[in-house]
């Protein structure tokens, strides 16, 4: 069980993504195969961050590029 901790998360780019049932494909020719999508995530207290969607689980609009270095600073600030 997680009480507290902070996270980088990632996933493939949605936009890539074909769902059919229980089945996932990947789009012919999709501008973004080569991205992914980046959030952060912090377990408070035990608190679950994907029911807490905005404050304890930020998704970026931003999609970054694979096999690209990037530099980031996880940030997290009492409210």
Request: net charge negative.
């Amino acid at each position: 069980v997680h009480q507290d901790s902070d996270r980088f998360v990632w996933r493939r780019a949605q936009s890539c993504l074909i769902y059919n049932g229980s089945e996932i494909n990947v789009k012919p020719d999709c501008p973004d195969i080569n991205k992914i999508e980046i959030a952060a995530y912090t377990y408070d207290n035990g608190t679950e961050p994907y029911k807490h969607i905005g404050t304890l689980l930020k998704e970026f609009n931003t999609m970054v590029e694979v096999e690209k270095w990037y530099n980031y600073t996880l940030a997290i600030e009492n409210n």
